[in-house]
């Protein structure tokens, strides 16, 4: 039997994850170069502890996600999406951050990296798991009120 907190648990840390990753990733790591004075060394400086930071937020939504889905016995068209996202946060957690911090400690100390599709790389699994975010949401919510008649329902069936 589905849970109604369970379900709301779920859907507050997915829209809350989403709602990180597209503020961080798309607003303000881009619009912090263009401040004055903010030089690549520090922009690369608060880049590393942001996204440090947001990664360890997005460990905790996603064990959250994962443990709500398997008390609420979600179906396999709630899980596809999710295990999507969770395989891109691994892949984000263990290969691309850890690549992208050596790097970004290279320009940092002054050293020229060599050319890499890296930050690119990041980018396109950033936007694939923004997408995987809200299906997953959606996903979340239609199942839980697939199951649980609305007054309107109600209302239409006594007619």
């Known amino acids: 039997m589905r849970s109604h907190l369970i379900t709301l648990i779920i859907l507050i840390a997915v829209l809350v994850w989403t709602g990180m990753v597209a503020g961080i990733s798309f607003l303000e790591a881009p619009i912090k170069f263009t401040a004055p004075q903010v ?7 608060i880049g590393r502890l942001v996204f440090g930071w947001l990664n360890k937020c997005e ?3 996603c064990a959250v996600m994962l ?7 979600a179906t396999m068209r709630v899980w596809v999406p999710a295990l999507v996202v969770s395989m891109i946060l691994f892949l984000q957690t263990t290969w691309l951050l850890p690549a992208l911090d050596i790097r970004a400690l290279q320009i940092i100390a002054g ?9 690119f790389i990041y980018i396109a699994l950033d936007l694939i798991k923004l997408v ?5 949401a959606v996903t979340v919510y239609k199942q839980q009120i697939s199951h649980h008649p609305t007054m309107a329902d109600l209302y239409l069936d006594k007619a």
């Open 39 to 45: 030089t690549l060394a520090i922009g690369l400086g």
């Open 59 to 61: 460990i905790f939504f």
């Open 67 to 73: 443990t709500g889905l398997f008390f609420n016995r």
């Open 111 to 119: 050293q020229i990296p060599a050319p890499n599709n890296l930050h």
């Open 132 to 136: 995987m975010l809200l299906g997953t």
